[in-house]
Structures are given as C-alpha cells and as structure tokens.
C-alpha cells in the first residue's frame, strides 16, 4: 500500500491500535526499522513517537533502580547517557553525585525535551545533550560511567558487541559501563549474556519480578590495565 493523504507518514502502518495480530505486525516491523533503518529513518521514527506522545512515560522515572548505581559508580565525576530520551536521568540523579553529564539521543525531539527540562532544573552548567546515533558517537574525554538506559537492543547483535568494545574505550581506568534493560525478550537476554561473555561483571540485579537487570560490568583485567598505560595512571 502506497502513501496518501491521510497517511502522509512513512510510520503509518505503525500508528493505531494496540491489539491483536496487527498489533503483532507492527511490533516487529517496527523493531526491524530500529535496528536495520538508516540513521535518518530511525531518527524519523523515534521523533513521530516522541512527538505523538508514545513515551511520556518516560519524562518522569522518580527513583528508578537504576539511580542509585549511576550515583555511585560515577563517583562526582562524568556521565555518559546513551540513548539518553528526554532528559530523566540527567534530572532526577542527585545533583551533588555528579560533575557532569553529557546525553545523546537518535531524537531531537526527546533532546529538546531533556534541554527544556534541564533549563527549568538549573543544570544547564553540568548537563549537555547531543543528538546523534550511539553507533557512529564519538565522546569527547573518558566517563566514570557510561550508561545505557533501556537503549541496548536496538541494535543487531554484533553491532551491540562492537559498540560496548569500542565506549569501554571511553571509561577512565576505574569505570564502569551500566545497562538497564528490559529482559523479557529472548534478544536482550542474549546480550546480556555476551556481556558477561565478554566482561568482568563487577554487580548484577534483577528488579520488577525479574523482568528488568541492571549489570555493572568493565573491560577484562587486561584490558583495564592497557587503559590505565594509556591514561598514565
Ligand atoms: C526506551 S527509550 C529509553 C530512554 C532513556 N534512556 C530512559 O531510560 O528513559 C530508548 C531511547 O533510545 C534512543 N535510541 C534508539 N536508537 C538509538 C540510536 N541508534 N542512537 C541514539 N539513540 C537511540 C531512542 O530515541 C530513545 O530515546
């Protein structure tokens, strides 16, 4: 079916009601876009979702389980937020537990969000948001922490491996990368498990009935230790 007047988006097949196989269709259409869509489409994408409000859910996350490793592991240094959305981790952390935080977002619409709710908050002088897709990002300075916050599995599998080998390049020589993350579906039940594959593990815990982790993991022994060269530490 072509485009017409009353579906003038590329995203319509997308739009509609929740249920059923229909339902069931877009679903999995739409994962295919998010993880084989060009930058612009994807960017497209999550713009027509956040502008029609599909994820307000998300402005606000008041003492999500994820804070409080955020908080300690970024030890009053910086803070790298992939796939950061509209703004509530940059927001709702302790503002005393970091230095800085820098957000990035494929959204310029959830950016824009994070930017007027980081205006109203007072941290423009500590939080910084970039549009841009985590695959193609390149940081500027090491993190004490980098995190994806439900932002890991849009993305095809070796494409996940390659990206959390090359940010592990951006930790300083004590960092820690963190994923929270749905695991309900078999696709990030399996990242997970490369992560621990091909990570030090340093804290794992479940919450929501096992259905969300959150993981705390570094590069291998080794290859902190070439970090650490490297940084001259
Ligand atoms: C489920 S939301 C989570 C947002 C936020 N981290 C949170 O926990 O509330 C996933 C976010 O990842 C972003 N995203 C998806 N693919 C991306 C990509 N390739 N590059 C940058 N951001 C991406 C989306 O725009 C969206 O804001």
């Known amino acids: 079916m072509g485009l017409n007047a009353r579906n003038p988006s590329p995203f319509w097949i997308l739009k509609g009601a929740r249920t059923g196989p229909i339902d069931k269709v877009r679903t ?3 994962g295919l876009l998010q993880r084989f869509g060009t930058v612009n489409f994807k960017r497209q994408l999550w713009n027509q979702e956040y502008g029609r409000g599909s994820w307000n859910c998300l402005d606000t996350m008041t003492g999500d389980c994820v804070y409080p490793y955020a908080e300690r592991y970024v030890k009053n240094g910086c803070i790298l937020d992939l796939g950061c959305g509209p703004g509530a981790v940059g927001n709702e952390l302790n503002a005393s537990a970091y230095d800085s935080y820098i957000g990035v977002d494929i959204s310029d619409v ?3 969000k994070a930017r007027r709710r980081t205006t109203e908050n007072h941290r423009t002088g500590k939080n910084h948001y970039f549009q841009g897709d985590i695959l193609s990002y390149v940081p500027k300075g090491q993190y004490d ?3 994806f916050g439900d932002s890991i599995y849009y ?3 070796q494409r996940t ?4 080998t090359r940010y592990s390049k951006y930790l300083k020589p004590d960092g820690a990368l963190i994923v929270r993350s749905w695991v309900t579906h078999h696709r990030s039940r399996a990242i997970i498990r490369n992560i621990e594959r091909d990570f030090d593990v340093v804290e794992k ?3 929501h009935e096992s259905q969300i982790v959150v993981i705390v993991f ?3 022994a080794s290859r902190r230790a070439a970090l650490r060269l490297a940084a001259g530490a």
């Open 218 to 220: 570094q590069p291998p």
């Open 110 to 112: 959830a950016i824009e």
């Open 161 to 164: 491996a390659e990206m959390l």
């Open 155 to 157: 993305f095809r599998p």
């Open 205 to 207: 815990h479940l919450y």
């Open 28 to 30: 999995v259409l739409r």
């Open 145 to 147: 922490v980098i995190l």
